[in-house]
């Protein structure tokens, strides 16, 4: 068979590809489309985790990665990786081993708490507030210069 060409099971004739009715009346099938790759997740850097949270030493960086590596492990261990790499705090750390130790050990148990929080729907009662009501106001955005914001 030639390419670009299907041929009916029906009367043995050729077609054009993109054909979907034979002159015999046979439907020829639809092919189903190719579904798209999902992009991969983004995989978790924890050395990118430790930049954010940790200063980097100017010297001695080697023991200082073979020690930051073995404290976030120890985090990771009791938290996970996704969460260590969103928490957040006002500054950052000379080294992990203030979020291993027990006076930092509550502040990390509170974040992780409010990053697994879901809501219990069963508890709260749902409101139906009813049909909209009124028209749809469309207001025109302007452009607004300094001048004219120094003008008013």
Same mark, same amino acid.
């Given at each position: 068979?030639?390419?670009?060409?299907? *041929?009916?099971?029906?009367?043995? /004739?050729?077609?054009? +590809?993109?054909?979907?009715?034979?002159?015999?009346? &046979? %439907? =020829?099938? !639809?092919?189903?489309?190719?579904?798209?790759?999902?992009?991969?997740?983004?995989? %978790?850097?924890?050395?990118?985790? @430790?930049?954010?949270?940790?200063?980097?030493?100017?010297? #001695? $960086?080697? =023991?200082?990665?073979?020690?930051?590596?073995?404290? /976030? #492990?120890?985090?990771?261990?009791? &938290?996970? @990786?996704?969460?260590?790499?969103?928490?957040? =705090?006002?500054?950052?750390?000379?080294?992990? +081993?203030? /979020?291993?130790?027990?006076?930092? $050990?509550?502040?990390?148990?509170?974040?992780?708490? +409010?990053?697994? &929080?879901?809501?219990? !729907? #069963?508890?709260? *009662?749902?409101?139906?507030?009813?049909?909209?009501?009124?028209?749809?106001?469309? %207001?025109?955005?302007?452009? !607004?210069?300094?001048?004219?914001?120094?003008?008013?």
């Amino acid at each position: 068979m030639p390419r670009g060409k299907k *041929q009916c099971p029906e009367c043995s /004739l050729e077609f054009g +590809a993109r054909k979907s009715v034979c002159d015999c009346g &046979y %439907i =020829f099938s !639809k092919v189903v489309k190719k579904t798209t790759k999902s992009k991969p997740e983004k995989k %978790i850097n924890k050395r990118e985790i @430790l930049f954010r949270l940790v200063d980097k030493p100017k010297e #001695n $960086k080697r =023991f200082f990665f073979m020690r930051e590596m073995k404290f /976030l #492990n120890d985090l990771s261990s009791r &938290y996970s @990786l996704e969460f260590l790499g969103v928490v957040t =705090f006002p500054k950052k750390f000379k080294s992990l +081993a203030y /979020l291993v130790s027990p006076k930092l $050990k509550g502040t990390m148990d509170t974040k992780w708490r +409010a990053f697994n &929080y879901r809501v219990d !729907k #069963n508890k709260y *009662q749902e409101y139906n507030i009813g049909e909209k009501t009124g028209k749809d106001i469309s %207001i025109p955005k302007k452009i !607004k210069t300094t001048k004219d914001f120094l003008n008013e």
